[in-house]
């Protein structure tokens, strides 16, 4: 099978099936969606690897009448294969030297923040090594790779998050009252972009309140 030839990607595929268990069914009709792993007990693992957004429909039909974790891939390890146009030249991969972090699934989780709050949902951040290919991108001016495909090499790490609260595992220590989402980024060794983002899931679920202002910075406290 030629690489990208298959609606359903090598990533989502290999993540499908290592949640799998026995006597689990794979694209299981629920209502008027399809799931894509159902377990024996009735819980549904729902795999994304990215666009949450396009799950606002889909996952409160589904948490209406079963447990669902939502998995998310993070990669932790990429290994960059560029593709030529030459089907005898064999891609050679090299290591990226970019780092993906379980904070990463804000980037995502900013879509839909309020579903912690669902007591039949939960989220697993599965911490990946992947292969990803990329090919010249096709344009008129300049030059650049494009993202065609990603592979799974190995899972190395996964986190649950079953509540709001969970989100505070991602400070690496105490975190001093009020705070501005700078405080956030140091205490979370993350760029302030990610820090915000948390502020603003935690913000969603009731777990943040604005307590006032240093400068131009909203400062926050915990509720």
């Not at 290994?79 to 290591?95: G, M, N, Q």
Request: hydrophobic share 40%.
């Amino acid at each position: 099978m030629g690489i990208g030839g298959l609606n359903e990607s090598p990533l989502h595929r290999a993540l499908k099936d290592i949640y799998s268990v026995t006597d689990a069914v794979q694209e299981a009709a629920i209502g008027g969606f399809i799931a894509d792993v159902m377990h024996p007990d009735a819980v549904i693992y729902e795999i994304q690897t990215s666009g949450f957004g396009r799950l606002r429909r889909k996952l409160p039909e589904l948490l209406a009448t079963h447990r669902v974790v939502l998995v998310y891939p993070v990669a932790v390890v990429r290994w960059i294969c560029k593709l030529s146009d030459d089907p005898d030249t064999v891609p050679r991969p090299r290591r990226s030297p970019r780092r993906g972090r379980i904070a990463d699934v804000l980037d995502e989780l900013v879509s839909i923040p309020d579903l912690l709050l669902h007591p039949n949902f939960e989220l697993e951040v599965v911490l990946v090594e992947l292969d990803e290919f990329r090919r010249p991108a096709r344009r008129r001016r300049g030059d650049g790779w494009v993202v065609v495909e990603r592979r799974l090499r190995e899972v190395v790490g996964h986190e649950r998050f079953r509540t709001p609260d969970d989100l505070f595992c991602l400070l690496a220590g105490p975190l001093a009252e009020p705070f501005s989402t700078q405080d956030l980024a140091e205490c979370m060794a993350a760029p302030r972009a990610l820090a915000q983002k948390l502020a603003f899931c935690l913000r969603a679920c009731g777990r943040l309140e604005p307590c006032g202002k240093d400068g131009n910075a909203i400062l926050y406290r915990r509720i």
